[in-house]
């Protein structure tokens, strides 16, 4: 009897043991998700104001794929590129892209379109009915929208409107510097950095008697390193960074490029609208996420696909921003993380032990867990 009760006990531990395995074995084996159709149900355009490799517009396409999951239903995106970070938003050059886009697109029926940031929407509003007519647009990335824009375009127009926190901006930066009696602002001469300068102008005498405003508007590169190094008090001095991709003498600049130069050429701290500054010199601010702009039109182009109407669906007014800082400039500048705003995001914090072995530390738990069954199981 007791060998055969042994017998009985070493089956089924054999048996649990193999119906472990063969669960594993067939999670290993399972079929991915199901081959979608081959032809595409749905066409999209994405027309972008500025070009591929420009981080701002590369995160926002990233947002779109992330928001535009139709689940098993194919979409396939058209993603085109206006360039005019780098060539000038003329009414001659959008004629020029409008032949253009009425060649390519001829054959093709798009079931709705996404126009990223002010010059694609302007170009759209210009030319929606002669190359586009009845086709839905989606914008986001949209700077000063007022419902006027869409006056005619109610039944097919909605978005995501772009609204920097200019004064949230300086208001947290002159919390953390209190002893500041000058701003040194940086802007271009493209379409985006005249609209908020225009935006800035009405903020500035809000603060004329806290601060002191000193604008470089389209500066030359040489021009504005000699001016920040001559500033008479720079330890009582900060920077607004607003834009600068091309300079007075028409050199073009990623976003990288430009905040890394400016950071390299000044110890001055440096503060701003736009994530994209982050990681390379900038402190911070309440900044714009690009992404969740994408992410933003992505989920209402969703929507207009499974049959919702652009006039059912209110523009989004409330851009997404966040309080953003880089951890190695506060460092820099002795600023606490405790003296930032609840729910800030600190980039370029040194990973924590658990952060950094999290993944591992989990597997070793499970195969502990594991072990200890099957060693529970064997007595």
Request: charged share 20%; glycine share 6%; hydrophobic share 45%.
């Amino acid at each position: 009897m007791a060998k055969r009760g042994r017998n009985s006990k070493d089956g089924w531990r054999v048996a649990i043991i193999g119906l472990l395995l063969a669960a594993v074995m067939l999670l290993a084996l399972a079929p991915g998700r199901p081959a979608r159709a081959q032809l595409p149900a749905y066409q999209v355009l994405v027309l972008n104001s500025y070009h591929h490799g420009l981080s701002w517009t590369d995160n926002i396409v990233e947002g779109i794929y992330a928001g535009l999951d139709m689940g098993d239903q194919e979409v396939e995106l058209y993603l085109e590129y206006m360039d005019t970070k780098r060539l000038p938003p003329t009414a001659d050059y959008y004629e020029q892209l409008a032949a253009l886009y009425q060649t390519r697109f001829a054959d093709i029926d798009f079931d709705a379109i996404i126009v990223a940031d002010n010059d694609a929407f302007n170009f759209i509003r210009e030319y929606h009915v002669t190359l586009f007519p009845r086709v839905p647009v989606i914008f986001c990335g949209v700077n000063f929208f007022e419902p006027s824009m869409l006056y005619g375009f109610e039944q097919y127009f909605t978005g995501v409107v772009e609204n920097v926190d200019i004064r949230d901006t300086l208001e947290v930066a002159l919390a953390l510097h209190p002893d500041t009696t000058r701003f040194v602002v940086v802007n271009d001469d493209t379409t985006t950095g005249w609209v908020y300068q225009d935006l800035l102008e009405t903020i500035i005498p809000l603060y004329l008697d806290r601060v002191e405003f000193v604008i470089y508007d389209n500066p030359s590169m040489p021009e504005l390193f000699a001016a920040l190094e001559a500033q008479p008090d720079p330890e009582n001095t900060l920077i607004l960074m607003i834009l600068l991709n091309r300079d007075r003498d028409g050199n073009f600049y990623t976003y990288e490029q430009s905040i890394t130069l400016l950071r390299q050429n000044t110890d001055i701290p440096i503060y701003g609208l736009w994530d994209f500054y982050l990681y390379n010199g900038l402190v911070g601010g309440k900044l714009i996420n690009a992404f969740s702009q994408g992410e933003a039109a992505g989920r209402m182009t969703m929507q207009v696909l499974q049959g919702a109407s652009p006039r059912d669906l209110p523009v989004q007014t409330e851009s997404p921003n966040r309080y953003m800082f880089d951890y190695l400039e506060l460092q820099r500048l002795g600023i606490g993380l405790n003296q930032l705003p609840a729910g800030s995001e600190v980039v370029n914090r040194p990973v924590t032990f658990l952060e950094q072995y999290q993944g591992v530390l989990v597997g070793g738990m499970v195969a502990l867990l594991v072990f200890a069954a099957i060693f529970t199981l064997q007595w």
